[in-house]
């Protein structure tokens, strides 16, 4: 009977003093979290319709077409792109990283894309590759996409990029984004 009672006892202090430490998910959610890293840079991407080569500046091409009859949000419709990732607003600047994936459109109702980017870092400042993955819903003015891992001086990063299109030009076939990239697991 006492040791039965002493081995509740201890089961007891076990669950109540796991319940005391707070759990990651607990201090992530935090309102007032500080990122513990915070980048600010700019994706450039020339964009043409059609996989063939008609725009030797394009860094993004489309390779589905919108499905038919599934309204006017090119729902089905998959660019690929390898986009170059400056410090600041100009395209020609050298290089901070060069951002490589694809984006989905996969709403009926909205202009939406699924957008996934590996940020490939090879400066004398980093190295190492970042990857996001994520909801873009791209009419609203920000977005926020989940970075969901990383590599080299960015392992096992984890933390939000805020997307906001500052240039939107459809007679040049060019986009630019910021991203506001806001780290809160840095190792
Ligand atoms: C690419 O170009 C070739 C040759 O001009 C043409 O036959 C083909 O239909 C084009 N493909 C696309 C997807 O535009
Ligand atoms: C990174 O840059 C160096 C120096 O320019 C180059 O030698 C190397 O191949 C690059 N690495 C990658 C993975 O692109
Ligand atoms: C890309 O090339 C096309 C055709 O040469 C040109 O009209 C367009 O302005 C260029 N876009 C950018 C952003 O330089």
Redo the contacts with the bound molecule.
Sequence with gaps: MEKFSSIFFLVFLLVFSESAVPTAGESLIKRNAKPCQRLMLHLHD?FQEGINNT?P?ATSASVTEGVPGFGPFLFGKLYVFDNPVTGDENMNSPPAARARGFYLYDRKDTPNTLFLITLSFNSSEYKGTMTMLGNNEHGAETRDIPIVGGTGDFFMARGIATLETEVLDFV???FRVRMDIKLYECY
């Design positions: 020339i725009f500046n040049k076939s060019y």
